[in-house]
């Protein structure tokens, strides 16, 4: 949800001993919000002066990533930042489309004492490659030393920047006969296994609704980039109590997105979006999550008695189908667990923390969800890596540290799709 107007000045904590020489660090910035906000928010926790490289790619970038190793023969150069000394001692990158290049940075400075390189996420490398890879469940990595598991992506979720927003959108809510309680609700899109159509839509209104009347409040309503218009209408026929309806627009300045976080008493968020669910979570507020999901396993709340909301016919059914949750059924059924995730494990994981309910389910009475610790845990592992006067600790298991694995394309392949 963040713009690039949004991005912060690099700055120093204000309380770093004066011995501490912040390391020069790199921000790897890529094609997708989802990891670009992660990037930022590590960073940001840091408190290290930083500097972003803006990262555009080829198409051919993916035969480039697997057939030549570390360059930078992936990147459109004449529309991305320079990536030349100094070079950094800090690298924080996402994405498969940033190996190579942070890889390349690797061989350049030689000496891998020199530098950190540190992975939000999953990387299709090879796990040695890197000092740090910060990840969630979806991606099922293995237990290594250098792997921290977290419960959640990243986020730029703070207080202060919750209350500033909450501030700003007030006066629009109450212009309009608005009342709080606020009941938030955040609108994903397709993905992976999950069809956001027409139906859907209607029951997420329905329920949202109902959610919003028994707390005798009112609704605010956003969409997102990848929210399909019908699901939004259909949503927008079922709302039965005040609502505020935001429709995405890209470089809104005044998107309500953090405002409604920080004006809300409760949060519903669809399953599809990791980070809409972290930084609903991160809030502290009751967090429900609308299941998209059809079929075995399912936690979907039901349609109305009423028949108010009819099943999908055949042809939507027809138009609306698409081979990408086939292909995902088919992934998680016989792919290697290296090319597929499994965003089911992140929402359990909430439900049992305490943290979230499925939609439909009550949320127990007096409970206070516990906060997150995962951008903690990140920062403390970051810092882990570097010595109290700022300079890179050597390899933790230098044996276990090549720049590039060497072997045949085969060797290297099978590495990347079974490890």
Known sequence: MTRDADLPEPRARAETPAAFRPPRTWLMMGHKTGDNNQILALAEALGWPFEIKRLVYRRTELLTNLLAGPSLRGLVRAHSSPLAPPWPELVITAGRRNEPLVRWIQKQVGDRGRIKIVHVGRPWARHECFDLIVTTPQYRLPRKPWILHNELPLHRVRPERLAAAAARLRPRLEARGLRPPYVAVLMGGQAGPYNFDRENGALLGYWASRLAAGLGGSLLVTTSARTPARAVDALERELSVPAFLYRWRPDDPDNPYFGMLGLAAHIVVTCDSMSML????????????????????????????????????????????????????????FAPRRLTRDVSLIHRRQVELGRAVWLGDPWPEGHRPPQPRDL????????????????????????????????????ELRARLFQ
Request: a positive charge; hydrophobic letters at 40%.
């Open 376 to 411: 903690e845990r990140a920062v403390a592992a970051v810092r882990a890596l570097f010595g109290p006067d700022g300079r890179p600790r050597p390899p933790a298991l230098p044996e276990l540290a090549p720049i590039y694995p060497g072997g045949s394309l085969v060797q």
């Open 278 to 333: 972290a930084e609903a979570c991160a809030t502290g507020r009751p967090v429900h999550i609308f299941d998209l999901l059809r079929g075995p396993g399912s936690r979907r709340p039901p349609r109305p008695a009423d028949g108010r909301i009819r099943a999908r016919s055949l042809l939507e059914r027809l138009a609306d189908w698409h081979p990408r949750p086939v292909i995902y059924r088919l992934g998680m059924r």
